[in-house]
């Protein structure tokens, strides 16, 4: 069975200080790894697709990277706007869904 | 900048009851999807549909569960009979194609069922 697992589950951060998120999958096939942020009470919001290993993406203060086994997201500089619960979700090959992680929950304090 | 678009905002009903749930996808998207997010745990995955008929779903979609483009703008997900367990949040989502298209997600809809 796809698993993502996510961790930590929570992260408390000072403004500026730059940490990671990790995403690790056991999928067979991976089409592509998505990270979306997600405020509470509302629906998730896209950030980035990440297709191979080895693949970077970047947007504003955060950064997404990927292996063949996991992915982080860096969070660089955070200010209290990047505050949420950050989710990770895979879509296999031969399939349109997207299997999602349990999310980190970040809170940066200014 | 285009968007998925749901309603209602929130839902409250009795046990037993129908539900429908609306949804207005991204107007040139073609893949559409339904998820539900119970308090506190994961986003799941519930159906997609695909040139008007399902093209996957869930163990959680059962009899009571179907779905509906009755125009061309919406989607719906309706729920015969709620139960207690039914309650969660509902998110729609819709893709421009399928393969690893991004899905874009919808504000979503918060039920309660009594």
């Known amino acids: 069975e796809d698993q993502v697992t996510q961790s930590p589950e929570a992260l408390r951060l000072q403004e500026g200080e730059s940490s990671s998120l990790n995403c690790s999958y056991t999928v067979s096939g991976l089409r592509g790894l998505f990270w979306y942020r997600q405020d509470p009470g509302k629906g998730p919001e896209f950030l980035f697709t990440?297709?191979?290993a080895g693949e970077e993406k970047e947007k504003e203060r955060l950064k997404a990277t990927l292996t063949k086994k996991e992915s982080f997201l860096h969070i660089t500089a955070p200010k209290p706007e990047d505050s949420a619960t950050y989710l990770c979700a895979v879509q296999v090959r031969n399939d349109y869904k997207l299997s999602f992680g349990a999310g980190t929950t970040v809170t940066v304090r200014a | 900048e285009p968007e998925v678009t749901q309603t209602p905002s929130h839902q409250v009903t009795q046990m037993g009851q129908e539900v429908i749930l609306r949804c207005v996808p991204i107007?040139?998207?073609?893949?559409f999807y339904w998820y539900r997010q119970i308090l506190g745990q994961k986003v799941e995955f519930l159906v997609s549909?695909?040139?008007?008929?399902?093209?996957?779903k869930s163990e959680i979609f059962d009899d009571q569960f179907s779905v509906e483009r009755p125009d061309g703008s919406n989607f719906t997900l309706k729920i015969r009979s709620t139960k207690l367990e039914d309650s969660a949040m509902y998110f729609c989502?819709?893709?421009?194609?399928?393969?690893?298209?991004?899905?874009?997600f919808g504000p979503g809809t918060r039920l309660l069922v009594l």
């Open positions: 989502a819709s893709a421009s194609g399928g393969g690893a298209k991004t899905q874009y």
């Open positions: 990440l297709y191979s």
């Open positions: 107007s040139n998207h073609l893949y």
């Open positions: 549909f695909y040139n008007n008929e399902i093209s996957e």
